[in-house]
């Protein structure tokens, strides 16, 4: 099992800041389009921020009832009132900023564990509380921030405004996808048996595979935004049913309740809009290659579109940058994916059974099922 470290520990209380700083700079940017009379957008980047918020406090008040069930009644009240005010995130917070202090500061001092306790129980409950907020940030990330990050894109190729407040947004969102990216494949290796840690070469690779990836893609979603607002929205909604299609033929489990499990699916088909994940912890070549053509071919078919359709477009510098970022992005996120696929993926995938604890057939101990194990793959 991998250690929480002082590393880790400082890696937390940074996204802590950038999480509360997210917060901060969405309402400026919210209020500063609603200044400017420009309502549409200001409800927007709230409406995703709300969609955002909401979805994640509903999983995580339900992971803290499943955690707690048949105990702490009293404290599961506080903690719906918490959620209900769309503060849940910041219990979670908390109680890694306890576990994991003890953890990488005082292991060696103190021990909370009961005699009855694992020895690991510290570590194991610091690694738990942080598996749990980055799997919350996943959802955050593509229900917010990409959508966000593609708002912002498309205002600045619409209108071409040069505000500070807009780049403010796009630097947020770019660190927030690299730091949720990041931090979910650390916690994907953590539930994986006998994989090395996480190093700074593969880190860095997935980081571009990813950010490169959505990069490009968004870029394209934009230039058919430009075309046809319709058109767009169109093919997101067709690109949903695919993917919300897919994840119900996976069968997942990774909630308790039918609701909570097709909210899942819902979510995760949303997450497929925009980058592709393993949902079953299988290997999935021919589905990646697929996915991944898939985002070629429609990039390339809206380029191609601008050259038949609106020819006079292409002399305009902007175009041509656009056009050039959207190519390379895609290029060199294909190249570091194949990169990392190929040298650094691990190997092993976890069973997926979450909600009950099963016997090591090696030896002969109960093993505790996590959460994680039945939660989107890589």
């Not at 690991?120 to 955050?140: C, E, G, P, S, W």
Request: charged letters at 15%; glycine letters at 4%; a positive charge.
């Amino acid at each position: 099992m991998m250690k929480f470290t002082k590393q880790n520990f400082i890696f937390l209380v940074s996204g802590i800041l950038i999480y509360v700083v997210d917060i901060g700079v969405d309402f400026w940017v919210a209020s500063k389009y609603f200044c400017q009379g420009q309502y549409s957008w200001s409800i927007l980047i709230l409406c995703f921020r709300g969609l955002s918020s909401l979805i994640t406090q509903i999983f995580s008040y339900e992971w803290f009832k499943n955690d707690w069930e048949g105990t702490n009644t009293g404290k599961l009240k506080w903690i719906f009132l918490v959620h209900l005010f769309q503060c849940g995130i910041f219990i979670r917070y908390w109680f890694a900023l306890k576990y994991g202090c003890q953890a990488a500061f005082k292991q060696n001092s103190i021990r909370d564990a009961s005699e009855t306790d694992p020895p690991n129980f510290i570590q194991k409950k610091a690694v738990d509380v942080v598996t749990d907020i980055n799997m919350l940030r996943v959802f955050k990330t593509f229900l917010e921030t990409t959508p966000q990050l593609f708002v912002q894109i498309y205002i600045l190729m619409e209108h071409g405004k040069n505000n500070i407040y807009q780049y403010a947004a796009i630097i947020m969102s770019f660190c927030g996808i690299s730091i949720s990216t990041v931090d979910y494949q650390i916690s994907l290796r953590t539930s994986l048996p006998d994989k090395a840690e996480f190093h700074v070469l593969p880190k860095l690779v997935y980081l571009f595979y990813k950010l490169l990836t959505i990069t490009s893609w968004i870029l394209s979603i934009s230039l058919i935004t430009l075309l046809s607002v319709r058109s767009s929205v169109i093919l997101l909604i067709f690109l949903w049913i695919c993917g919300f299609t897919w994840v119900l033929k996976q069968h997942t489990a990774f909630c308790k309740s039918k609701k909570m499990e097709y909210l899942y699916r819902t979510v995760v088909g949303i997450i497929l809009i925009f980058t592709f994940f393993n949902i079953k912890g299988r290997k999935t070549k021919v589905c990646i290659s697929i996915y991944y053509a898939t985002h070629t071919v429609v990039t390339l078919g809206i380029l191609f579109v601008y050259v038949f359709w609106k020819p006079s477009i292409i002399k305009d510098i902007h175009f041509t940058i656009v056009s050039i970022l959207t190519i390379l992005s895609l290029v060199l996120g294909i190249i570091f994916l194949i990169v990392y696929y190929r040298h650094f993926h691990p190997t092993a995938y976890c069973r997926p059974q979450a909600y009950s604890d099963e016997v090591d057939g090696e030896t002969g101990q109960r093993v505790e099922i996590g959460r994680f194990q039945n939660f989107i793959m890589q």
